[in-house]
C-alpha cells in the first residue's frame, strides 16, 4: 500500500466512543464527517494526516483547548494520551457547548496575576467613562 494514500471510512457511520462509552451517531449539519465525540470531544489518533487512517498509534485523543481561527471558526486543541501528538479538529454544529465553552474560559480561571484586583479596577474605569459619556 502507498504512504499517500488516504483511506477514508465512512463518514456516515456511528461508533461507540473510546473515552466515555456513549454512542456517537453521524453528524446532521455543520460538517462531512465526524471526528470526534460530540458528548466528551475525545477523538481516536487514527491519522497523520487527514483521512490516511496510518497513525498506528490508536491512542484516545483527549481535548484540551481551544484554538479560534481567523475566520472566527473554532477548532479544538486535540492530545494524545500515549505519544503525546497535538491535532486540531474544527467543532461540530452538535458539539457539548458547555464543555467547549468552559474549555476556551479555562484560561481566563488561571491568570499569572491577582485578575480580581484588575476586574475590580476595569469594571470602575468603565464606569466612570460610562459616566462620562453621559455628561458629553
Known amino acids: ?22 454512542a456517537v451517531p453521524p453528524v ?3 460538517g462531512k464527517q465526524r471526528n470526534h ?17 496510518r497513525a498506528s498509534c490508536r ?19 486535540h492530545r494524545c494520551t500515549k505519544c503525546h501528538t497535538i491535532k486540531l479538529n474544527r467543532i461540530a454544529a452538535d458539539d457539548n ?3 467547549l465553552l468552559t474549555m476556551a474560559a479555562e484560561p481566563l ?11 475590580s479596577t476595569l469594571h470602575k474605569l468603565s464606569l466612570e467613562k460610562g459616566a462620562e459619556d453621559v455628561y458629553k
Open 1 to 22: 500500500m502507498s504512504r499517500n494514500k488516504i483511506i477514508h471510512n465512512n463518514p456516515m457511520e456511528s461508533f461507540i466512543c473510546a473515552s466515555c462509552g456513549k
Open 28 to 30: 446532521e449539519f455543520g
Open 37 to 53: 465525540c460530540p458528548h466528551c470531544l475525545c477523538s481516536i489518533h487514527v491519522d497523520i494526516t487527514p483521512g490516511d487512517r
Open 59 to 77: 491512542g484516545i485523543m483527549q481535548a484540551i483547548s481551544i484554538y479560534v481561527q481567523q475566520n472566527k471558526e473554532w477548532s479544538i486543541i
Open 97 to 99: 457547548e458547555l464543555l
Open 109 to 119: 480561571m488561571s491568570l499569572p496575576f491577582p485578575s480580581k484586583t484588575m476586574i
